[in-house]
């Protein structure tokens, strides 16, 4: 397990900055200006048309892999009980009291590596597959923040 003083900090930025709003606004404004759209339109299907992440979409992406690629740092349900129930596959998140944890990447990676559809979250052995198929569902959905991705309806 990852003790919390090496955790990786390349996109715990996000969780924290207030420029984030300020990015996604200019990246919506691109994309308008892309597609000629007008200022007030909504941008959720001109992403999907152009087949680019939103950046909370693109954050649910980068922190997928990196907890793919570095599997060795967590631990799986069925890891630490040794019971067959159907999230043994999940990761499983340590006991965090703090805030700050809890807001940090290994955190937020465990929580969104154990989200998507089970179709999806099946392929975690297979990279490639994973990845592709985590970019389709995310293109296809657009997501613009956590809690539309987290009430996601499977």
Same mark, same amino acid.
């Given at each position: 397990?990852?003790?919390?003083? #090496? ?11 207030? &420029? !984030? ?6 990246? +919506?404004?691109?994309?308008r200006?892309i ?9 959720? $299907?001109? *992403?999907? +048309?152009? /087949?680019i @992440? ?6 649910? *992406?980068?922190?997928? !892999?990196?907890?793919?690629? #570095?599997?060795? @740092? *967590? ?9 067959? %129930?159907? *999230? +043994? %596959?999940?990761?499983?998140? =340590? ?5 700050? @944890?809890?807001? &940090?990447?290994?955190?937020? &990676? !465990? ?5 998507? =559809? ?7 052995? /297979? ?6 198929s985590? +970019?389709?569902?995310?293109?296809? #959905?657009?997501?613009?923040?956590? /809690? $539309?991705?987290? #009430?996601?309806?499977?």
């Amino acid at each position: 397990m990852m003790s919390v003083c #090496n955790k990786p900090k390349h996109a715990a930025w996000f969780r924290h900055s207030k &420029g !984030i709003v300020k990015i996604f606004k200019i990246q +919506k404004r691109v994309i308008r200006i892309i597609t000629k759209s007008r200022a007030r339109d909504s941008c959720r $299907e001109l *992403f999907k +048309k152009l /087949e680019i @992440l939103p950046l909370y979409s693109q954050y649910i *992406f980068s922190l997928s !892999i990196f907890v793919i690629k #570095n599997k060795h @740092l *967590f631990s799986t349900n069925y890891q630490i009980h040794s019971v067959h %129930t159907r *999230f +043994k %596959t999940n990761l499983h998140p =340590p006991i965090a009291n703090l805030t700050k @944890l809890q807001k &940090g990447v290994y955190y937020s &990676g !465990i929580k969104i590596r154990n989200n998507p =559809p089970h179709n999806i979250k099946d392929l975690a052995n /297979e990279t490639k597959l994973f990845w592709n198929s985590l +970019k389709r569902f995310l293109l296809s #959905n657009s997501f613009y923040n956590s /809690e $539309e991705y987290f #009430n996601y309806q499977r």
